[in-house]
């Protein structure tokens, strides 16, 4: 069968997939790396699954028929497939050719603002990596991913050297706990609190009083945390006790009484963190290092978050395929287990959405328009998809899929960390838009090419036939083979490109143009004679079917075109 994307049309080294399996990710960076070779363009190879639909009503029929009677009407039917698509080819392309010039020039413009934020000598370092790589595929991938940025932990690490080279130098913390672990402290506190509120939130209407036991258990250890913790607040923040005087202290009662106001409660009660004081108070200059120290622990945290965030979703997505897969259909039992697992693992997946909400916020406050700002974005519902596309989601293809940027998210270049290794974990995605880019450069020259081949197949196709009947495919087949002329030529030629084909299509383009000038002032003067009292009411009748011959072509825009170029 011909193939409508050309895909026979198209037998070069490497194809790149349309699709994102989970499979590719498990076996490693070299299995979706590949997908980045050249000279594919953006060929679908599944393109020829897509006719085997038509033949799937017949198997009631062919299974009653005997060898040669089904080889018989299996042709006849895959025929009128190939025909159809070949006819097809007419409007086919000419779409193609429009999408190819939009989305090339999208893309180019994509890349080109993106490479202008690098130095030069940055530039030509990665396109020499790439023009390697495609030579030999043993070299230094530049699609590989680079390892994940600075954690928490590394940060923790690196201030607790600071302080001890501080208090080598005799300059001593002024509480037992020091500011970077009080700080820390307190990330943990906002985090048991959502804890709390979620499993509230969760349990609402009747609980068992074990339930309830455990509840006030966790408020009764959360209250005295909190309490331990405002000593060492008051030393480094001692504004803060101005704002504690104001706030409605805890019950000394059960907190979990009806009566106590919901302020109150261990969950609800405001920890005055830095980044949550009034701005009258974060400017003043004893507050200043304790925001800056918070900041920089903050990045940090919101780089885990989000990196949690991406596990969790991979391990809910790989469960969801097993289920569909393997569990699905199996009874009540399994399902439901699959089900409780999966919930399991998308409560972890929202807990670290939800703190990475908090610190996003919180870095909002501190720097506004720090560097953070370009790789951290504010993390929507929607935004928690991938990695791939969702085989459910209907609202797109896969060939114009685009990733959630949580995905997309670089390394952060801190203080600490050198220009240039910032720019390898930016390397990534440069080479992934110079890709796109040359991929639809890659397809406006396939498009062009297919069309040259059409062109030529139907003239082919007009002198291959036999006597009687030959005459009149030769006919149809020069007729299509015009029909493509004319409808291709005036797109073409306000893009600036002359085709070769064009120049044998001149005296039928402007024979058609002169009859249908001829005709259309005959039937402008019958019909004003006709209706010369009355007035011309009705309009002129035109064909929108998309089979016939464009009838809105100009007669300017072939006599207007160069064939001999």
Not at 277 to 299: A, D, K, V, Y
Not at 475 to 491: K, P
């Amino acid at each position: 069968m011909v193939s409508a994307s050309g895909a026979w049309m198209r037998g070069r080294r490497g194809v790149i997939a349309e699709g994102l399996s989970l499979r590719d990710y498990r076996r490693g960076v070299v299995c979706v790396t590949g997908w980045f070779v050249t000279g594919a363009g953006r060929t679908v190879g599944e393109d020829i699954e897509t006719t085997w639909a038509g033949t799937n009503p017949l198997a009631p029929s062919v299974r009653e028929m005997g060898p040669a009677a089904r080889h018989d009407t299996l042709n006849d039917h895959w025929n009128r497939w190939n025909f159809r698509k070949i006819a097809g080819f007419r409007i086919l392309f000419l779409k193609r050719l429009k999408e190819v010039f939009k989305m090339s020039a999208k893309q180019t413009d994509v890349f080109d603002k993106l490479s202008a934020t690098f130095a030069p000598e940055t530039v030509k370092k990665w396109e020499a990596m790439v023009v390697a790589w495609n030579a030999n595929p043993m070299a230094p991938n530049p699609y590989k991913e680079p390892k994940s940025g600075t954690t928490l932990q590394d940060v923790r690490l690196q201030l607790a050297r600071e302080e001890a080279a501080q208090v080598a130098t005799g300059n001593a913390p002024r509480h037992k706990i020091s500011l970077p672990a009080f700080l820390i402290i307190g990330f943990e506190l906002e985090e048991t609190q959502y804890l709390i509120r979620r499993e509230v939130a969760q349990t609402k209407g009747l609980r068992t009083s074990k339930q309830l036991a455990d509840l006030q258990d966790k408020r009764n250890g959360l209250l005295c945390q909190i309490q331990n913790w405002r000593d060492v607040q008051l030393v480094y923040t001692p504004h803060v006790a101005s704002l504690l005087s104001q706030s409605p202290s805890p019950p000394d009662t059960d907190s979990h009484s009806p009566s106590s106001p919901p302020e109150t409660l261990p969950e609800n009660i405001p920890l005055y963190m830095p980044y949550s004081l009034p701005p009258h108070i974060c400017t003043l200059p004893e507050l200043r290092e304790i925001c800056q120290l918070q900041r920089r622990l903050r990045e940090p945290q919101a780089d885990d978050a989000l990196s949690e965030v991406r596990r969790q979703r991979r391990v809910t997505q790989g469960l969801w395929q097993f289920k569909c897969f393997n569990v699905s259909g199996t009874g009540n039992k399994p399902n439901t287990r699959m089900i409780s697992l999966y919930k399991c693992f998308d409560k972890k997946m929202m807990q670290a959405a939800e703190k990475y909400r908090v610190v996003w916020q919180a870095l909002r406050v501190l720097d506004p328009n720090g560097a953070w700002s370009l790789h951290l974005k504010e993390l929507k519902d929607a935004d928690i998809s991938g990695p791939g596309k969702d085989p459910d989601d209907r609202s797109t293809t896969n060939s114009r899929y685009v990733p959630s940027w949580i995905w997309l998210v670089p390394r952060v270049a801190d203080a600490s960390n050198v220009e240039e290794e910032f720019n390898d974990s930016m390397r990534v995605e440069w080479a992934k838009a110079k890709a796109r880019m040359i991929r639809w450069e890659e397809e406006l020259l396939l498009v062009q090419e297919e069309m040259r081949r059409v062109i030529a197949y139907h003239e082919w196709r007009e002198g291959c036939g036999l006597s009687g009947y030959a005459h009149k495919q030769a006919a149809i087949c020069s007729r299509m083979a015009e029909q493509c002329a004319i409808y291709w030529f005036r797109d073409l030629k306000e893009k600036e490109i002359t085709p070769l084909w064009a120049t044998a299509y001149k005296s039928v383009l402007s024979q058609l143009l002169h009859q249908r000038a001829a005709a259309q002032v005959d039937e402008e003067c019958e019909e004003t004679a006709l209706n010369n009292n009355e007035g011309n009411e009705g309009d002129e009748d035109q064909s929108g079917d998309e089979d016939e011959v464009d009838s809105n072509v100009e007669e300017d825009d072939y006599d207007d075109f160069d064939f001999d170029d």
